[in-house]
DNA sequence: AACAAAGTTTAGCCTTGGCAACAATTTGAA
DNA sequence: TTCAAATTGTTGCCAAGGCTAAACTTTGTT
């Protein structure tokens, strides 16, 4: 039933390595693991800069889901050591979630003005930048910054 | 302790709406519900077409998982609706599952060429599109096809 | 035909991130 | 001060997607 007239199990005409292949999709997972986290620490250090302090209530709304997932959360944070925080107190980033927080940041803008200056509408650029910033590589990075100050 | 200092609870300057911004995170985490899907009927797609068949065994190694991991989503696949397939036996596209299949290598092809034409390395362009792909939108797919035809 | 190897399925376990419901604490207003 | 409202925390549930180990089926060789 194999290789369907086929004598070359090698013949895999238009598809990459295996291993390669896995390579990337492997780092697409551990782009995932590390996504909640940097969405948390980011709005995080925004809410504290924007409003003086950054409480559950106000994670849930901005992410859109119930406060117990943000507990839940943030548990995991503390634990990893990026928030610290007391119970029943606002949040705060540790010394390693404000690092994390400010090259999320910068990362997020230049995916941002990248597909601003790309012609993209601010509404459609805000929403894909959510989802693209977390798996764009330096090299790639540095050619957005290019492209924008190229096109500035 | 609330708006420490502040006397107006809509002072939230530099922060987006927070519906709006709710809106964004649940577009991304619709996202990854369908990206698993997305890859396997790519992927399955790719094999028939090079190989002509898909088995378990091959979907585990150019992941990079286990088959029974596979296994597992195939299930979920078969009973969504896009894979067909009987026991011990190669895996199938139902027509919707190659509908989505084809859609989907074809915005892969648009990103990866947009990040090749913007003179970025295969092997990044390649990888980063494996993780981009799945959260750009209709518009910006659109403008990535503008540009690739502007600097070909 | 029999058997070993290869491939597939099943079972059981884990973690993450969803939820609702309930418990506990803090805060603000009478 | 007291008490209700808001906020936070806990518990227990679920699905997805990881894993290993063991059982089962198919395939190919001898």
């Known amino acids: 039933m194999a290789d369907e007239g086929f004598s070359d199990k090698n013949l895999t005409e238009g598809l990459v390595d295996p291993g390669q292949q896995a390579r990337w999709f492997n780092r697409v997972r551990e782009a995932h693991q590390a996504e ?7 709005l995080i250090a925004d809410l504290i800069e924007a409003q003086g302090e950054a409480r559950v209530v106000d994670l849930a709304n901005r992410f859109g889901v119930s406060h117990a997932t943000v507990n839940k959360v943030i548990v995991r944070l503390n634990r990893e050591g990026l928030v610290s925080n007391q119970p029943y107190r606002s949040l705060f980033l540790t010394e390693t979630g404000k690092d994390l927080a400010r090259r999320c940041k910068e990362r997020h803008r230049v995916v941002l003005d990248f597909l601003l200056a790309l012609g993209i509408s601010p509404a459609t650029a805000e929403a894909d930048a959510e989802g ?3 798996h764009v590589s330096e090299e790639t990075l540095t050619a957005f910054r290019n492209f924008i100050a190229r096109n500035r």
């Open 36 to 42: 909640t986290a940097e969405d948390y620490v980011e």
């Open 132 to 134: 693209v910033e977390h």
